[in-house]
């Protein structure tokens, strides 16, 4: 896989900051940047806040849209460096292999349990981010040990294929009900012509989620996804990892100028976000998360390769490390900070309110918190949800900087 003018293991920065950036971004939706945009109606400024932290319902792109394919490009962007370690320590391939097949179940399963949180049975879905990328983890790491061709040749064959998947599918037949598939009769959102080959839940890899889900434990059978969310999803994100081991091979490689590095990253980048936005201005092939369509790998990894380009350059290349310090400790223990941003997030959010609301009424009497006010409406007024959101991010970040001081790093 790597030629031999590739340098010796080293761990990025630049990897390592890009990924706590994204982490945070996901964290962060404690902030509760809409509830202070609806106690400000009249402010534009707060509601363009609010629209970045939330999911669009179909077809374009928000940051908080970005988060999925960062963390998958980032799989693929580092697994190079992984490899590299892994072989310097003397694990020969059985090992590895070993390795990646742990690592492949391990977050599937780990993916599950999450979304199994407070319910009264296991969730059997896999459409989430760590199943997402475990379920393409073997694959992606079949191709780490192939050629640059070879990774490029499988890419085209992953978004070709997914293509044609959805191209050759049957539409709906003439008066279609799409509320038997959860899908409002208005919705606005309902695509038409080629492009409705793409729309929500009635394409083939919702027909194979209503086949495969089926064959879990389930109290009823499984219809539909609310969100449009599938399983086959893992294929097309198997192609946003290998945009990303592309990157990281080529990023540590040094018989390449650093500015040749940054340069070409950012092409590639330019290039992802013209070929996937043609595509679905065409209709050719919208761009939708939700399923994860090829043009969506196209634009998404082209946003990925210029983020990876600007960490490269102020992290690795002017060595900036102090200013992304706080994404850094994030960024080096990422699958702990994506569990107890799940796990705990309540549990501080409820204390620290418990706690300050004890304080208020210590401080200034059992008249203080009357007409449903809090130690936050108190503190921030209608800033309250992003008072008290920013605390739990800071006892979140605290949880990790704890861990980083120690140099202890949970990987799976």
């Known amino acids: 896989m790597e030629s031999p003018t590739v340098s010796a293991p080293q761990r990025a920065t630049s990897i390592d900051a890009y990924r706590g950036w994204v982490m945070l971004l996901m964290a962060g939706e404690v902030l509760g940047l809409h509830a202070v945009a ?37 799989v693929g962007c580092a697994l190079p460096w992984s490899i590299a370690n892994r072989r310097a320590r003397g694990q020969g391939m059985s090992g590895m292999w070993l390795h990646t097949l742990w690592r492949a179940f391990a ?3 780990l993916g599950v349990f999450l979304r199994s949180t407070g319910s009264t049975l296991t969730r059997f879905t896999l459409e989430d981010t760590l199943s997402q990328i475990g379920l393409g983890y073997v694959f ?9 061709r070879f990774q490029v040749g499988a890419l085209v064959a992953i978004l070709v294929g997914y293509w044609a998947l959805f191209a050759a599918h049957p539409l709906p037949p003439p008066g279609f009900d799409p509320t038997t598939v959860g899908v409002e ?18 394409n083939p890899a919702h027909d194979f989620d209503a086949w495969f889900l089926n064959l879990f434990p389930r109290t009823k059978p499984w219809t539909y996804n609310g969100g449009g969310y599938v399983t086959l999803s893992f294929i097309p994100t198997l192609g946003t990892m290998v945009l990303g081991l592309l990157a990281g091979q080529w990023l540590r490689r040094t018989d390449v100028s650093p500015s040749r590095r ?15 936005t043609v595509l ?8 939708v998360k939700r399923i994860w369509t090829p043009s969506w790998v196209l634009f998404s990894g082209g946003w990925c390769a210029l983020f990876m380009a600007l960490f490269h350059a102020l992290a690795d290349v002017h060595g900036w490390r102090r200013l992304f310090f706080p994404f850094v400790v994030v960024g080096t223990n990422s699958i702990f900070m994506y569990v107890i941003a799940h796990l705990w997030e309540g549990f501080f959010k409820a204390n620290t309110t418990n706690h300050l609301n ?4 210590a401080v200034h009497g059992p008249g203080a918190l009357e007409g449903g006010r809090t130690f936050w409406t108190l503190l ?18 605290l949880c990790c900087l704890w861990l980083w001081r120690r140099k202890v790093f949970i990987r799976v």
């Open 358 to 361: 004890t304080l208020v009424l």
């Open 38 to 74: 609806r106690n400000l109606p009249g402010s534009g400024f707060w509601a363009f806040l609010a629209h970045q932290q939330d999911h669009v319902e179909w077809r374009g792109c928000t940051l908080h849209d970005l988060i999925q394919p960062s963390f998958s490009f980032l």
């Open 185 to 202: 009769k208005d919705w606005p959102h309902w695509l038409s012509g080629f492009a409705a080959h793409w729309n929500k839940n009635v």
């Open 107 to 109: 977050l599937v399963a």
């Open 280 to 287: 679905d201005q065409t209709g050719a092939c919208p761009s």
């Open 262 to 276: 940054f340069g070409s990253l950012v092409v590639a980048g330019l290039a992802g976000l013209l070929a996937g």
């Open 140 to 148: 992606l790491g079949f191709l780490a040990w192939r050629g640059v």
């Open 380 to 397: 921030a007024g209608p800033y309250a949800p992003l008072a008290q959101g920013a605390t739990v991010l800071l006892l979140l970040w």
